[in-house]
């Protein structure tokens, strides 16, 4: 088993398609096959199911990736503690994070962080649901930037912020003029306060409900006794920033999401003790934090609150 041919399983495994992987990869579908089948070969084992729509792994398919990412974990433990060694001169840090929060947490982190280690290269892997701390657990990624809880039996966690839920509205709309004439300021909340009934019955951009965003909207809806009448439903944050700011609808979202769009959205924070999100950064139990990774967590939490 080398690199390699791990990459390539794993990358099959995670598309369930030769067509998606091999653009993943940027090789040939043909190619793919073949080294795969090369794979195979050599071990004498099939690692994938081909028979369906979807291409799956086997028991041996599977038995091969866990085998394969506790190398990568092994390598990665080894390159820290030689980047440690080096005084962390050079190196590599991976960072697993949602596209979003790539966005609003890192840009001014990742400026800083450059300043005091010119040499380090930065690899920001964007993923969104279960994959990335999948990949956390299995040692792919340095630290790995989430929302709690997760589980403490796998992972270290360290708090980074609280993400309070705000309102987001068209900028001179109907609904921010009914707010803003109720809105209060309030010294615990980051914008005016309203009461959350008053967004009952207003056009709203929503999320899928596995989101945690759409399962804290719903949650409030049902707690106020209050609906909402849905006219979009998108899968990324920004994308719904980007509808309010156009005035499509309101949106509840974090309150790290609309620091770039203050200039053309107006936000309101609720009177009411609705839940917030606490952002964390997570990693392996027992991993070894080099001096550059300690620091990058240091200005996550300082630049950030």
Do not use: W
């Not at 995670?14 to 073949?34: D, T, Y």
């Not at 909340?189 to 009461?195: C, G, L, S």
């Not at 409900?209 to 809806?221: H, K, L, N, S």
Request: proline share 4%; net charge negative.
């Amino acid at each position: 088993m080398n690199l390699k041919q791990l990459k390539y399983v794993i990358v099959l495994a995670e598309q369930g398609s030769f067509s998606r992987a091999a653009e993943e990869l940027n090789i040939s579908q043909p190619s793919l096959s073949q080294y795969v089948r090369k794979i195979e070969s050599e071990l004498g084992v099939e690692l994938f199911d081909r028979s369906g729509s979807v291409v799956r792994l086997t028991d041996a398919g599977n038995a091969y990736i866990e085998a394969g990412r506790r190398i990568i974990n092994i390598e990665h433990q080894l390159m820290s503690s030689f980047s440690d060694i080096k005084d962390n001169k050079s190196g590599n840090i991976i960072i697993g994070v949602s596209p979003h929060r790539s966005v609003c947490l890192l840009p001014a982190v990742i400026s800083e962080f450059r300043e005091e280690y010119p040499g380090m290269n930065i690899t920001v892997d964007e993923r969104v649901g279960y994959g990335l701390l999948e990949r956390a657990e299995h040692g792919e990624y340095d630290i790995c930037i989430t929302t709690a809880p997760v589980d403490t039996k796998i992972f270290d966690c360290e708090n980074i912020l609280k993400d309070e839920c705000v309102i987001a509205v068209p900028k001179g709309s109907a609904v921010d003029k009914k707010l803003a004439a109720a809105a209060k300021r309030d010294k615990k909340r980051n914008y005016p306060a309203v009461d959350i009934r008053l967004i009952d019955k207003a056009d709203f951009i929503s999320l899928p409900e596995p989101q945690i965003m759409q399962r804290i909207m719903t949650g409030i809806c049902e707690d106020y006794d209050i609906s909402v009448n849905t006219i979009v439903t998108c899968t990324s944050l920004s994308a719904s920033m980007a509808l309010v700011k156009a005035g499509v609808g309101a949106a509840m979202v974090p309150m790290s999401v609309t620091t770039d769009y203050r200039d053309s959205v107006c936000c309101y924070s609720v009177t009411e003790d609705i839940p917030h999100r606490d952002i964390v950064v997570v990693y392996r139990k027992g991993q070894v934090l080099n001096r550059a990774v300690r620091r990058f967590i240091d200005l996550l939490k300082q630049i950030n609150n």
